[in-house]
């Protein structure tokens, strides 16, 4: 594969796939001016049209199945990228794109003064594309040094592995230096100063195990069970076993999940668990300045009793984190953007905020959410379930919380993160060195704010809200951080009308503050909707899917997002025919298709249960506005009978 151009912005060798997801995501990349009071001829308009119909099962009715009419064929789209889309509403895609732009804009980044940042993410691109990925080099000589120096790999040292000389504990810790899962996991803290937490991980590879899973491997194989050992077999025959040797090497690994597995079903004992090593081998200081799980002294016993299964299975979890899962050559160039991207985002936030955050859309951001708090706070002094105190407390958690996006609190430490990104040491003759490298500064740059508390002992923001770079809404003390991923297509596009960023950004900006008032404030809420869901829907909708649709009690995001667009329609004196080129909608629909789409998902996806399916629907069928928009006769699938349940 060739090398990066540093003096080309753009790409131009793009196959025949690839390309009308290239000229989308070029027109959203133009400039455009302020919005106009109807859209007419937008390129972007029609290429992000043609993008929605791409989602959508347009033979079915909207009354009958909104999910399947807006989302339907979502599933079908792309399934030639590295990692599937599971949904809509996760922007990695639209983000590894943008990073893939911005690796080239050496001229931004000398103008941040970060350009020696750029030059470690070109260099690292650039051997991730040239390195031998598929099938994963799992016998790789660098791999198997490093399992031998935190534990060794019984199955493929034999007699050289001494188990009097192994710690599981120990080899675990070192797992969590490269983000891979080891027995257990580091939970490190939101917004706290210096202390740690631990939880057991649960156990398995491409799908966690369970004890019917285990109990079954006699009879009849569960998905999970095959799953796991399809992959251990893969790494094992790396190192040209027997398939005897790695028969006898899985089922081990295999009655220790079952023994764990049942052992944890069992009374679990509050016995502390010494985790001193934990701190020399992470933070090189035996003080203990967390908290642990009573259940790491459960896998203690078991692990104990199966110490050589045990370091083969820690052995093949590292194989795994490096291991780049590829299902064909074709799928690198992805892989290796999400993993430069992911890697090193501090860099490609501060490059993204830079090239993308104008004031037109700052502003236009904010008055968005000026729009959602005002249309919430008029639902909150009209629904006549609260009493006074309880409305109060609602009007003034409303008006108080605030909205910051974009710009991070503290800059000097954002940049203090971008310069560790030159700590990376590329390997020019060994990508599986260089790989390792790359995991290590991960794992590190999620690290550096307990590393240096003191020069962070001010900032109590929640990690994740002043730095990631995805669609991350997460509430602290009244501050809500809106991460760049939201700000970008299915939420929000500048050349957009209305009725769509409303229905997609409005709608998930308003869910955030109703969702945050419910769990703070308002359990009789709670009651009264699945009350009314109860009379109303259960016996036209079945028990099973009903006790799906009543874990859902808010639908005060959605209510509260439409009333904002009503008002902004009326102010900017709209047309109210205005359609979407290229979409046979009215406003009003094109808003509730908006709001579907952010939650598309694909079934095919492990870790994707039909949830989202059954919030969207029981949020559309109680919605007033919904059912008018469409003209839903009573007796339809969104519209079982007359009565909605409303509590905004």
Same mark, same amino acid.
């Given at each position: 594969?060739?090398?990066?151009?540093?003096?080309?912005?753009?790409?131009?060798?793009?196959?025949?796939?690839?390309?009308?997801?290239?000229?989308?995501?070029?027109?959203?990349?133009?400039?455009?001016?302020?919005?106009?009071?109807?859209?007419?001829?937008?390129?972007?308009?029609?290429?992000?049209?043609?993008?929605?119909?791409?989602?959508?099962?347009?033979?079915?009715?909207?009354?009958?199945?909104?999910?399947?009419?807006?989302?339907?064929?979502?599933?079908?789209?792309?399934?030639?990228?590295?990692?599937?889309?599971?949904?809509?509403?996760?922007?990695?895609?639209?983000?590894?794109?943008?990073?893939?732009?911005?690796?080239?804009?050496?001229?931004?980044?000398?103008?941040?003064?970060?350009?020696?940042?750029?030059?470690?993410?070109?260099?690292?691109?650039?051997?991730?594309?040239?390195?031998?990925?598929?099938?994963?080099?799992?016998?790789?000589?660098?791999?198997?040094?490093?399992?031998?120096?935190?534990?060794?790999?019984? @199955?493929?040292?034999?007699?050289?592995?001494?188990?009097?000389?192994?710690?599981?504990?120990?080899?675990?810790?070192?797992?969590?230096?490269?983000?891979?899962?080891?027995?257990?996991?580091?939970?490190?803290?939101?917004?706290?100063?210096?202390?740690?937490?631990?939880?057991?991980? +649960?156990?398995?590879?491409?799908?966690?195990?369970?004890?019917?899973?285990?109990?079954?491997?006699?009879?009849?194989?569960?998905?999970?069970?095959?799953?796991?050992?399809?992959?251990?077999?893969?790494?094992?025959?790396?190192?040209?076993?027997?398939?005897?040797?790695? @028969?006898?090497?899985?089922?081990?690994?295999?009655?220790?999940?079952?023994?764990?597995?049942?052992?944890?079903?069992?009374?679990?004992?509050?016995?502390?668990?010494?985790?001193?090593?934990?701190?020399?081998?992470?933070?090189?200081?035996?003080?203990?300045?967390?908290?642990?799980?009573?259940?790491?002294?459960?896998?203690?016993?078991?692990? =104990?009793?199966? %110490?050589?299964?045990?370091?083969?299975?820690?052995?093949?979890?590292?194989?795994?984190?490096?291991?780049?899962?590829?299902?064909? =050559?074709?799928?690198?160039?992805?892989?290796?953007?999400?993993? /430069?991207?992911?890697?090193?985002?501090?860099?490609?936030?501060?490059?993204?905020?830079?090239?993308?955050?104008?004031?037109?859309?700052? *502003?236009?951001?904010?008055?968005?959410?000026?729009?959602?708090?005002?249309?919430?706070?008029?639902?909150?002094?009209?629904?006549?379930?609260?009493?006074?105190? @309880?409305?109060?407390?609602?009007?003034?958690?409303?008006?108080?919380?605030?909205?910051?996006?974009?710009?991070?609190?503290?800059?000097?430490?954002?940049?203090?993160?971008?310069?560790?990104?030159?700590?990376?040491?590329?390997?020019?003759?060994?990508?599986?060195?260089?790989?390792?490298?790359?995991?290590?500064?991960?794992?590190?740059?999620?690290?550096?704010?307990?590393?240096?508390?003191?020069?962070?002992?001010?900032?109590?923001?929640?990690?994740?809200?002043?730095?990631?770079?995805?669609?991350?809404?997460?509430?602290?003390?009244?501050?809500?951080?809106?991460?760049?991923?939201?700000?970008?297509? %299915?939420? +929000?596009?500048?050349?957009?009308?209305?009725?769509?960023?409303?229905?997609?950004?409005?709608?998930?900006?308003?869910?955030?503050?109703?969702?945050?008032?419910?769990?703070?404030?308002?359990?009789?809420?709670?009651?009264?909707?699945?009350?009314?869901?109860?009379?109303?829907? *259960?016996?036209?909708?079945?028990?099973?899917?009903?006790?799906?649709?009543?874990?859902?009690?808010?639908?005060?995001?959605?209510?509260?997002?439409?009333?904002?667009?009503?008002?902004?329609? /009326?102010?900017?004196?709209?047309?109210?025919?205005?359609?979407?080129?290229?979409?046979?909608?009215?406003?009003?629909?094109?808003?509730?298709?908006?709001?579907?789409?952010?939650?598309?998902?694909?079934?095919?996806?492990?870790?994707?249960?039909?949830?989202?399916?059954?919030?969207?629907?029981?949020?559309?069928?109680?919605?007033?506005?919904?059912?008018?928009?469409?003209?839903?006769?009573?007796?339809?699938?969104?519209?079982?009978?007359?009565?909605?349940?409303?509590?905004?």
């Amino acid at each position: 594969m060739g090398l990066l151009k540093s003096s080309f912005r753009c790409s131009i060798s793009l196959s025949s796939v690839e390309l009308p997801i290239y000229l989308l995501l070029l027109s959203f990349s133009l400039t455009f001016g302020n919005e106009q009071k109807v859209i007419r001829n937008s390129e972007t308009d029609y290429s992000h049209a043609e993008l929605v119909k791409s989602y959508m099962n347009s033979s079915v009715a909207p009354c009958d199945d909104f999910y399947e009419y807006a989302c339907g064929n979502f599933e079908n789209i792309r399934p030639d990228r590295y990692s599937r889309r599971e949904n809509l509403g996760k922007p990695g895609y639209v983000l590894d794109d943008i990073a893939k732009e911005l690796l080239h804009r050496m001229d931004l980044a000398e103008s941040l003064n970060v350009s020696r940042e750029l030059r470690v993410a070109q260099r690292f691109y650039n051997a991730c594309l040239e390195a031998d990925l598929h099938p994963f080099p799992a016998a790789d000589s660098h791999y198997l040094n490093i399992i031998r120096s935190i534990g060794g790999f019984p @199955a493929v040292d034999g007699a050289a592995w001494n188990a009097s000389n192994f710690s599981w504990f120990n080899m675990s810790a070192h797992l969590t230096n490269y983000g891979a899962r080891g027995i257990y996991s580091e939970v490190l803290p939101n917004n706290g100063r210096s202390e740690v937490s631990f939880e057991v991980n +649960y156990l398995g590879f491409d799908a966690p195990v369970q004890l019917d899973n285990m109990k079954k491997q006699n009879k009849n194989k569960s998905w999970a069970y095959k799953r796991n050992e399809q992959r251990m077999r893969r790494y094992l025959r790396s190192f040209n076993l027997t398939e005897a040797k790695i @028969a006898e090497v899985i089922d081990g690994v295999f009655v220790f999940w079952r023994e764990a597995l049942e052992e944890e079903y069992a009374i679990r004992y509050g016995v502390p668990f010494d985790v001193t090593n934990y701190f020399e081998i992470i933070w090189n200081q035996s003080e203990k300045r967390g908290s642990f799980n009573s259940d790491l002294q459960i896998r203690d016993r078991v692990c =104990i009793r199966h %110490p050589e299964a045990v370091a083969n299975y820690l052995a093949m979890q590292l194989l795994y984190t490096f291991d780049s899962s590829l299902k064909d =050559i074709k799928n690198q160039r992805d892989y290796c953007t999400t993993k /430069m991207r992911t890697s090193m985002w501090p860099l490609f936030k501060k490059l993204h905020l830079a090239e993308n955050f104008d004031k037109e859309k700052r *502003s236009e951001v904010l008055n968005i959410v000026q729009e959602v708090r005002k249309s919430l706070q008029t639902l909150v002094e009209e629904v006549t379930w609260l009493d006074s105190e @309880a409305r109060k407390k609602a009007l003034f958690q409303v008006s108080a919380t605030e909205f910051h996006f974009g710009t991070p609190a503290d800059s000097s430490l954002t940049d203090q993160l971008v310069r560790e990104i030159l700590r990376l040491e590329v390997v020019d003759d060994s990508y599986a060195v260089t790989n390792m490298n790359l995991l290590r500064l991960q794992v590190d740059i999620q690290r550096f704010r307990i590393r240096h508390p003191r020069e962070d002992v001010n900032n109590t923001k929640p990690w994740k809200a002043i730095f990631g770079f995805d669609k991350n809404i997460t509430n602290d003390n009244a501050i809500v951080e809106i991460d760049a991923g939201l700000l970008e297509p %299915p939420y +929000y596009h500048r050349s957009w009308p209305h009725s769509l960023k409303f229905g997609s950004l409005g709608f998930t900006l308003g869910e955030h503050l109703t969702t945050f008032l419910l769990f703070s404030s308002f359990e009789k809420m709670d009651l009264i909707y699945k009350d009314c869901q109860w009379k109303t829907f *259960s016996k036209h909708l079945g028990p099973k899917v009903f006790q799906q649709l009543y874990l859902y009690t808010d639908s005060g995001g959605l209510r509260s997002a439409f009333e904002a667009y009503r008002s902004r329609r /009326m102010q900017t004196l709209e047309d109210p025919e205005q359609k979407m080129p290229g979409l046979d909608l009215l406003p009003d629909q094109l808003f509730f298709l908006g709001f579907a789409q952010t939650v598309c998902y694909d079934l095919r996806a492990a870790n994707w249960s039909r949830q989202p399916k059954y919030k969207l629907l029981s949020d559309l069928s109680n919605s007033e506005d919904f059912l008018q928009a469409f003209n839903c006769p009573v007796g339809s699938g969104m519209r079982p009978t007359n009565q909605t349940c409303q509590v905004w």
